[in-house]
């Protein structure tokens, strides 16, 4: 497609599961971009990739929370042990290049821990 | 911690009326700014992004203006439609930038 796939776009889950969140970027960005954002708020950063490395992932909260990228297109958020506080939209971006200024963004997915 | 926030949660106008969303940041040294358009259940979208090195840039119906002086930005929408209702945030460069929660605009028709 030609814009950021997030899947699944809504996901309900029980409190202390698993859940892992895709992010498909736009073809060819080599930067992917992790937020979260709560009800009412902005969005906020939790991990920044460029190829396959995380370059900044001083935003995870705690050790629950995980991404990868191992081929550096598709990223994987993953939250393990989830708690109510997690309930939140999970944002994914891509730009083009290290040092772009601005990113394009998916539709988010809606987390749901009940 | 820097920070950029919005002065209003909410903005509603008249259908055809002008809109002015206002944004505040706190680093001096910030040098670039965007504003994105929020729709419900839709991620951020790019609208229109300025260099500190500006004071205003235009786009359709839409003009950012940039005072460094008093490090406040603007989002001015000529003709608001009601396609333009969404939250509006203002950001820094992409990447750890805090985003604010965000100004809520509703135009009535």
Partial sequence: GAGVSQTPSNKV??????????????????????????????????????????ADDSGLPNDRFFAVRPEGS??????QRTERGDSAVYLCASSPRQGAL????????????? | GESVGLHLPTLSVQEGDNSIINCAYSNSASDYFIWY??????????????????????????????NKTVKHLS???AATQ????????????????????????????
């Avoid at chain 1, 598709?74 to 939250?79: A, C, D, E, F, P």
């Fill in chain 1, 13 to 54: 889950t029980e409190k202390g599961k698993y859940v892992e969140l895709r992010c498909d970027p736009i073809s060819g960005h080599t930067a992917l971009y992790w937020y979260r954002q709560s009800l009412g708020q902005g969005p906020e950063f939790l991990i920044y990739f460029q190829g396959t490395g995380a």
């Fill in chain 1, 74 to 79: 598709v990223s994987t958020l993953k939250i």
């Fill in chain 1, 102 to 114: 601005t990113a394009f963004f998916g539709q988010g997915t809606r987390l749901t821990v009940v």
């Fill in chain 2, 37 to 66: 358009k929020q729709e419900s259940g839709k991620g951020p979208q790019f609208i229109i992004d300025i260099r500190s090195n500006m004071d205003k840039r235009q786009g359709q119906r839409v003009t950012v203006l940039l």
């Fill in chain 2, 75 to 77: 989002l001015q929408i």
């Fill in chain 2, 82 to 109: 009601p396609g333009d209702s969404a939250v509006y945030f203002c950001a820094e460069k992409i990447g750890k930038s805090t985003f604010g929660d965000g100004t809520t605009l509703t135009v009535k028709p």
